[in-house]
DNA sequence: TACTATGTTGTTAGCGCTAACATTGGCGTG
DNA sequence: CACGCCAATGTTAGCGCTAACAACATAGTA
């Protein structure tokens, strides 16, 4: 087995390869870049003094003349959240793929003036394009106001103006959640949403809302987490005191534990009493007490769908806004029933 | 042949910069790089000239020739979960104070090949230095292996030969989680591990272990899950089914979480009848039913600790091994009281 | 035969930056 | 006042690669 470095010996350059293969650099870096125009016994030899030396081409000589870095920055806040860290994963993942590293710069907090210092950074980096993961609203705005002269594509918001998104439609999965409530026979349907400030929670209230909307009945309560099991807990209690209703569609999976645990404390039985639904589909949630039913976002297939919504810009140019969006599917578990 | 019109869109180089201060472009280099051996005048007409120029230095041709990129590649199994995603942001934010990119691999399987295709990824990259967050026994041998020419930090190894290991220690955090389950005067305590193959598995047993031989007690039952609550939920079961212990120590929250639902539905009470110790305090610990006893491992110090030790064998080239420890925390909540 | 089209290879000129050395001018010293 | 010294600045030569073009051989066409 070859040693990965060349230890204390001076890395082979493309004229080392070149001498050994009794070539011109030139041709070395025809068969790199795969140009066709190169005979069978060339690239046979090129290939050989290759693997011989160990040769690995430099990618900063590379990236000066072809202004390309190959390198796509990531943006994310919350990125030890499920769903972020999922995202994330997937779109490292894709990235790799088409054969690009992915350099990230986390935000621990979201103003505007925290995203143009990482911008600026991912600039300075030279990265090819840019995939903005930052689900609070207004996120929008302040990236079209930073105008930069590169590939955006941003996540969980709608296309338009030069800038690229991708997201999961998480109106339909919500309005899914709540028509599945209706559907058992639910009539009082609350939902327990995340701060306000953030797409999702616009996007998962604008669902609920539509689903009733739809089925010609009232509003149940709405009330504000933030995303915690603890919002989720306190709300839940104060669900409990008031009562009224007989189902509540939680914004995420932890906010749904929280109502859980409220819920027993209270002594109302769920499904019982009242059904529960949440969203994300966490993989602890199908060991909540009882399992619980949620709406599954499928992270893997957002990641990719960005990288190519991204590399569709860089290869072709267009940087049309296109939107993208990937449906959410509901798993039915064990804390929804139909109302006694 | 110099263009005719200097396009408004080319981006400013350090030329620009040098012509409109009215100085060599070394001058602006000096700037930049901060050598002192720039008059307060010059200094104040290069500053004033990048400013208004807008101009930023192009990181490919400075990587070019001090062959140095300024990044440091992070190789990550297990991303989406607890520890490790927080461990990456840690990560990151201490790189970017250091003022360092951060490129990640992310490993969807963790074997031999993939590890060394991801570390060949990096070195194509060029990145100055890498930090290993692949908790599986037998990394550490693998990265010897490769016998790579660059400073590498494995989080959870110990350091020997060439490789700076830094760990948080898990074994005094589970040792910590045990005595004080004996102090409590519990006498029979099991332990769900995690999968055997895992670093954090062997440090956490060894801990349960050192606590019950210090104690003089005999080793309870020790079964393995795989961290999910799946697992803790099917040896939760288990456990209830032949009884014979007062006190769990779970390896991570979540299979203290299945324990629990486990033991509610077989109608054993926790504290009750038994207590219940988890591992990593993930944030919804506190709101299981009943809130879960924890350690809680600081990942912040971790990930800055990694960063400070990849920084000194960059700058000191010191490849020493240098081993650093990070000490957890016993969080005592609801699951845990005196036997009865 | 001459002449073009085509495929294969080599040569040259940078990309934008830093390192190393060269140059200048002001200062204190003998 | 010649001397060296040092701080401030300029000049030169690449880093390793690709793009553009030049150079040639070969084959196909008139």
Not at 15 to 31: C, F, I, N, P, Y
Not at 46 to 67: C, D, F, H, K, P
Not at 227 to 245: C, H, K, P, T, Y
Request: aromatic share 6%; net charge negative.
């Amino acid at each position: 087995m070859t040693p990965i470095s060349e230890g204390q010996n001076r890395a082979p350059v493309m004229e080392d390869v070149a001498k050994l293969a009794g070539v011109s650099h030139q041709t070395v870096s025809r068969v790199l870049n795969g140009n066709p125009n190169v005979s069978a016994r060339t690239l046979e030899k090129v290939q050989g003094a290759i693997v011989e030396l160990g040769y690995r081409r430099n990618t900063a000589a590379r990236s000066l003349v072809t202004r390309r870095s190959n390198t796509i920055g990531v943006l994310a806040s919350e990125m030890s959240q499920y769903g972020p860290s999922n995202t994330l994963l997937a779109l490292q993942q894709a990235a790799r793929e088409a054969d690009y590293f992915v350099s990230i710069a986390g935000l621990a907090e979201v103003t505007p003036e925290t995203i143009e210092e990482a911008m600026l950074r991912f600039l300075d980096q030279g990265v090819d394009g840019i995939i903005v993961q930052v689900p609070h609203a207004g996120i929008f705005e302040t990236l079209v106001k930073l105008n930069l002269d590169l590939p955006v594509v941003a996540i969980g918001a709608a296309g338009t103006s030069g800038l690229s998104g991708v997201a999961i439609d998480q109106t339909a999965g919500a309005r899914q959640a709540v028509e599945y409530l209706i559907s058992l026979g639910h009539q009082r349907i609350g939902h327990v949403a995340g701060p306000a400030g953030w797409v999702d929670t616009q996007a998962r209230i604008g669902g609920w809302r539509a689903a009733l909307d739809h089925a010609g009945l009232p509003e149940g309560p709405l009330l504000e987490g933030d995303w915690s099991a603890n919002s989720g807990f306190r709300l839940g209690r104060e669900i409990a005191r008031i009562g009224d209703v007989t189902a509540i569609f939680a914004g995420n999976d932890q906010m749904a534990l929280g109502l859980l645990r409220a819920f027993a404390e209270a002594g109302i039985s769920v499904p019982g009493d009242i059904s529960v639904v949440g969203f994300d589909d966490w993989p602890e949630s199908e060991f909540f007490l009882p399992p619980l039913s949620t709406v599954r976002q499928d992270f893997q297939e957002l990641g990719k769908r960005c990288i190519q919504a991204l590399l569709a810009e860089l290869d072709g140019g267009a940087r049309d806004g296109a939107s993208v969006q990937v449906v959410p599917e509901l798993v039915i578990r064990g804390t929804t029933a139909a109302p006694h």
